[in-house]
T-cell receptor, first 112, second 114 residues
């Protein structure tokens, strides 16, 4: 199957770190992504990681990839209220055209 | 300048009607998509066009018919609307030859069928 699973909800206090987890299915995925969806808007690419990497850091964001377990995580340091959104992990289907499979989405709520 | 635009933003209609949603991208991308996001925020791909050619057609009722008059436009026509069609529909685009295949999303069209 092509299900990409995430926990549905995460609540953190402002200033704490947030960790959003994802389990994907296609072991041959080339790229894995994190997209952010703010209320009433479309998705925007937040960060991505190439499949031959274990970790990628981009300012407050850290992406960890465990290929053996097909597990992807996004850590947001010093979480701010503006980080409240739905976060989708995604993998690109490596067998053909750019078919990206999105996860079920994690709603992050940041409490002031 | 808006990269991916959709019209209308909101669409309220009755069961059995036929409606269209339009999408345009000014990024020069060669691939465009339609996604459906349900009330639980699950996002599912419906169709993808590459250079006006249909390349992805997921299990979608044939009441849904995409049309791509040119590379910059991908419209979605829905016949005989049903209550279950109520959702937010997102258009997106990407460039095939690109390092990371980033998808650019439109703002969405919220369809409500009554």
């Amino acid at each position: 199957g092509e299900d990409v699973e995430q926990s549905l909800f995460l609540s953190v206090r402002e200033g704490d770190s947030s960790v959003i987890n994802c389990t994907y299915t296609d072991s041959s995925s080339t790229y894995l992504y994190w997209y952010k969806q703010e209320p009433g808007a479309g998705l925007q690419l937040l960060t991505y990681i190439f499949s031959n990497m274990d970790m990628k850091q981009d300012q407050r964001l850290t992406v960890l990839l465990n290929k053996k377990d097909k597990h992807l995580s996004l850590r947001i340091a010093d979480t701010q209220t503006g980080d409240s959104a739905i976060y989708f992990c995604a993998e690109i289907f490596s067998g053909g055209y750019q078919k990206v499979t999105f996860g079920t989405g994690t709603k992050l709520q940041v409490i002031p | 300048d808006t990269a991916v635009s959709q019209t209308p933003k909101y669409l309220v209609t009755q069961m059995g009607n036929d409606k269209s949603i339009k999408c345009e991208q000014n990024l020069g991308h060669d691939t465009m998509y339609w996604y459906k996001q349900d009330s639980k925020k699950f996002l599912k791909i419906m169709f993808s066009y590459n250079n006006k050619e249909l390349i992805i057609n997921e299990t979608v009722p044939n009441r849904f018919s995409p049309k791509s008059p040119d590379k910059a436009h991908l419209n979605l026509h829905i016949n005989s609307l049903e209550l279950g069609d109520s959702a937010v529909y997102f258009c997106a685009s990407s460039q095939e030859v690109t390092p990371i295949y980033e998808q650019y999303f439109g703002p969405g069209t919220r369809l409500t069928v009554t």
